[in-house]
């Protein structure tokens, strides 16, 4: 049930009150190999990279007028497209795995913060093309969330998704057809290791960004 962004895409049709955009089932494959310990590690330019790709497309189909960052993963990738797509960046912060256990909550995604819709730059959500970005589609639970918080709350004139990467892997969260979904890269089903993240697994960045680097030379061998 998911759709892979491209630079080609069908024209898009009005539904209701949205703009319903069909994307082909095509998009980047990473380049990426797991690391010894079964994990796949990404640096920063990694992340730029693949970001950046998508900015034509999005400046052409999408045309954002804000974006909204999941926190915390969506936050750099959000600020990376920014400089490109010149869009001001809100921020949320949603929940659904448990820190202290590192599985997902029995209670589902949590919320605990979300952006004041009567003071700019939240005014600009509602009636305007509003892109959801966070760093990776994993369960699509928290994109599920986001996508229809968003509707309820802002009646936004167009909603889009934008994730630097989408796990090839069944889906617990669905989309509504009216979201246009943008996704850098298609990788497998193994734990991705983000460089904002490189404390919680107990390296500093310049040993986080070894372990990509060796990623990338073990793809290309």
Same mark, same amino acid.
């Given at each position: 049930?998911h759709?892979?962004?491209s630079?080609?895409? #069908?024209p898009?049709? *009005?539904?209701?009150?949205?703009t319903?955009i069909?994307?082909?089932?095509?998009s980047?494959p990473?380049n990426? $190999?797991?690391? @010894?310990?079964?994990?796949v590690?990404?640096?920063y330019? !990694?992340i730029?990279?693949?970001v950046?790709k %998508?900015?034509?497309t %999005?400046? =052409?189909?999408? #045309?954002p &007028?804000?974006?909204?960052?999941i926190g915390?993963?969506g936050?750099?990738p /959000?600020?990376?497209l920014?400089?490109? %797509?010149k869009?001001?960046?809100l921020?949320?912060s949603l929940?659904?795995y448990?820190?202290?256990? =590192?599985?997902?909550?029995?209670?589902?995604v949590?919320?605990? +913060?979300?952006?004041d819709? =009567?003071s700019?730059?939240g +005014?600009?959500?509602k009636?305007? =093309?509003?892109?959801?970005?966070?760093?990776? !589609?994993?369960?699509? &639970?928290?994109? +599920?969330?986001a996508?229809?918080e968003? %509707?309820k709350r802002c009646?936004? /004139?167009k909603i889009g998704v934008?994730?630097v990467?989408n @796990?090839n @892997?069944?889906? *617990?969260? *669905?989309l509504?057809d009216?979201v246009?979904?943008y /996704?850098?890269?298609?990788?497998e !089903?193994h734990w991705?290791?983000?460089?904002?993240?490189?404390?919680?697994y107990?390296? !500093?960045?310049? +040993?986080?960004e070894?372990? /990509?680097?060796?990623c990338?030379?073990t793809? $290309?061998?």
């Amino acid at each position: 049930d998911h759709y892979l962004a491209s630079s080609f895409h #069908q024209p898009a049709e *009005k539904v209701g009150p949205f703009t319903l955009i069909n994307h082909p089932t095509m998009s980047t494959p990473s380049n990426k $190999s797991p690391a @010894k310990d079964g994990k796949v590690y990404y640096s920063y330019g !990694d992340i730029h990279d693949s970001v950046s790709k %998508l900015v034509p497309t %999005l400046q =052409n189909e999408f #045309q954002p &007028t804000v974006m909204i960052a999941i926190g915390g993963g969506g936050f750099i990738p /959000a600020r990376m497209l920014r400089t490109e %797509l010149k869009a001001p960046i809100l921020a949320i912060s949603l929940e659904l795995y448990d820190d202290a256990t =590192n599985t997902i909550r029995p209670t589902g995604v949590v919320c605990h +913060q979300w952006f004041d819709v =009567n003071s700019e730059p939240g +005014q600009l959500v509602k009636g305007g =093309n509003v892109l959801i970005v966070d760093e990776v !589609d994993d369960t699509r &639970t928290t994109l +599920q969330y986001a996508v229809e918080e968003v %509707l309820k709350r802002c009646e936004p /004139a167009k909603i889009g998704v934008c994730v630097v990467h989408n @796990k090839n @892997k069944p889906k *617990k969260g *669905k989309l509504p057809d009216n979201v246009a979904y943008y /996704a850098a890269e298609e990788v497998e !089903d193994h734990w991705v290791c983000y460089p904002w993240d490189a404390a919680e697994y107990g390296r !500093d960045i310049h +040993q986080h960004e070894s372990l /990509a680097r060796q990623c990338s030379s073990t793809s $290309s061998n």
